[in-house]
Nanobody, 125 residues
Framework: QVQLVESGGGLVQPGGSLRLSCAAS????????MGWYRQAPGKERELVAA??????????NYADSVKGRFTISRNNAQNTVYLQMNSLKPEDTADYYC????????????????WGQGTQVTVSS
């Protein structure tokens, strides 16, 4: 069984910073791409940032709305992905979800997608 556990959300003033963390645990043989999504009230879930595996170059991808403000990174040894969020704006307020493509065992035929439970980020003065 695989679990993704997020942490680091909270209330921050506009212009402030937060760092989200997401640790994958359980039966894990290997981890492929990891990413962060967010969902604001009344809106669809959207991709915020993603990062490929190191073997695929560790390439990053960002939503246009967060480019230059957010940075995604990962620690492969700890199966953890981070999202450093700077210059936060009220429109960044949302529930943030971690996502990962994981191969649970060497015998698994492919990657399975897993989600964390979400962590709330509120940007308000």
């Amino acid at each position: 069984q695989v679990q993704l556990v997020e942490s680091g959300g909270g209330l921050v003033q506009p212009g402030g910073s937060l760092r989200l963390s997401c640790a994958a645990s359980g039966n894990i043989f290997s981890v492929n791409a990891m990413g962060w999504y967010r969902q604001a009230p009344g809106k669809e879930r959207e991709l915020v940032a993603a990062i490929t595996s190191i073997t695929s170059g560790g390439t990053t991808n960002y939503a246009d709305s967060v480019k230059g403000r957010f940075t995604i990174s990962r620690n492969n040894a700890q199966n953890t992905v981070y999202l450093q969020m700077n210059s936060l704006k009220p429109e960044d307020t949302a529930d943030y979800y971690c996502n990962a493509e994981i191969r649970p065992s060497r015998y698994a035929s492919g990657w399975s997608e897993y989600w964390g439970q979400g962590t709330q980020v509120t940007v308000s003065s």
